[in-house]
């Protein structure tokens, strides 16, 4: 196996960390609309919710310890906020 398979999913987990940050940099210096921000950040939400699961299924966190049931719930809470954020984006986008 490969190392990166050895880790689970902590480079997927921190690529969408990585890529949330950036998107919150890029909305704080005004290179990105209110509307458009919230669609990454929801996208970005979305994939991390994934993310986690990967870490929780297989990956470097063992089955049935409490910290894979909180990164499990926390995966839920995320993709949820997330699916909201571009719902929210999909009907925002119409009244501009």
Do not use: H
């Amino acid at each position: 196996m490969s190392v990166l398979a050895d880790l689970g999913g902590v480079p997927l987990l921190v690529a969408y960390l990585l890529l949330l940050a950036g998107t919150g940099v890029q909305y704080r210096r005004g290179a990105l609309s209110a509307t458009r921000a919230v669609l990454l950040v929801g996208m970005c939400l979305t994939w991390l919710s994934y993310a986690l699961l990967q870490v929780t299924q297989s990956g470097t966190v063992p089955t049935g310890t409490p910290l894979n049931y909180a990164l499990d719930a926390l995966a839920v809470v995320v993709l949820i906020v997330g699916v909201a954020a571009m719902v929210w984006w999909w009907r925002a986008r119409d009244e501009t």
